[in-house]
């Protein structure tokens, strides 16, 4: 099953456009695993399983993991998620943007040490630093085009000749000229509702990650709103991922942590989907 399919199967079996970003940060685990970088696998792996029937994804940051030398955990949790959760895809949040060997490198660690279903990748150096990962048949690309943090605009906002705006130029890209095997996706804020809209009207049919909701404070009706698309038998046509990291996994510091994650995943899942209801 390729990316676009496991993502079409989670929404339907789980109900879902919630995806849980799994940021481990040992400093707000619970109880005696407070600032205990060992227990970093332990914490995530007891999310998923608190919250593998609520998400239509599940997105590891690696920079969480790196920073603690846990890469070997970051294997082991994406590990149990596809056997505890195996119709659930996995996002690896990397962020790459490099070219060549280099590119082909980290495109092997994404997909052959990790096993990730897709990464996200910034495109700033063109479609050289992305091609070596569409080499790998069925795997996901995420773009980043307008995200959600304020200095975003620095770039993204700035005009072109032709008169778009540079996010709206990777989003034709990304639709078009650079998307012939249909593995490419986008990255887009939760904070910019009417961006989200604009990508959507130039990138009809590509998955959106949207970032922002939760501490980050992107409004969740206005984000499905936004980007969300079905066909007239309430089919999804332009699937969304929304994320949702430290509102969910920080929901409680106690031991009822896992239980406070599920409650907070439930809620917002519900909140997303009143959201594709009409007004």
């Known amino acids: 099953m390729d ?3 496991q993502l079409a199967h989670a929404e339907t079996i789980n109900d879902s456009m919630l995806c849980v970003g799994l940021d ?3 400093a707000k685990f619970p109880g005696s695993w407070k600032d205990d970088p060992s227990r970093i696998f332990d914490f995530c792996a007891t999310i998923v399983d608190a919250t593998r029937d609520l998400v239509i994804a599940f997105k590891p940051q690696i920079a969480y993991f790196a920073a603690q030398r846990a890469e070997e955990q970051l294997e082991r949790l994406i590990a149990h998620i596809h056997k505890s959760a195996p119709e659930v895809p996995v996002i690896l949040d990397a962020k790459r943007g490099d070219i060549g060997s280099t590119a082909e490198q980290y495109a092997r660690e994404v997909f052959e040490r990790y096993r990730a279903d897709a990464v996200t990748l910034s495109p700033l150096m063109g479609f050289d630093s992305i091609e070596p ?5 069925g795997k996901g690309a995420f773009l980043l085009c307008r995200t959600s943090n304020p200095g975003g605009a620095d770039l993204q906002a700035q005009r072109l000749p032709n008169g778009d705006r540079l996010f709206e130029h990777i989003a034709r890209l990304a639709q078009g000229a650079w998307n012939g095997g249909g593995q490419l996706a986008l990255v887009v804020g939760a904070t910019f509702p009417a961006e989200i809209e604009r990508v959507r009207e130039l990138a009809p049919t590509l998955p959106l990650l949207i970032p922002g909701i939760g501490a980050q404070g992107g409004d969740a009706a ?3 709103r936004s980007g969300w698309r079905a066909d007239a038998d309430g089919r999804t046509l332009a699937p969304i991922i929304v994320s949702s990291s430290r509102a969910i996994l920080y929901a409680s510091r106690g031991d009822n942590f896992a239980e406070a994650a599920r409650a907070a995943a ?5 909140e997303l989907n009143r959201a594709r209801l009409p007004a």
Do not use: I, N, S
């Open 3 to 5: 990316f676009r399919a």
């Open 24 to 26: 481990p940060d040992p």
């Open 133 to 137: 990962y569409l080499a790998y048949a």
């Open 222 to 224: 206005a984000t499905v």
């Open 266 to 270: 439930q809620a917002t899942r519900a």
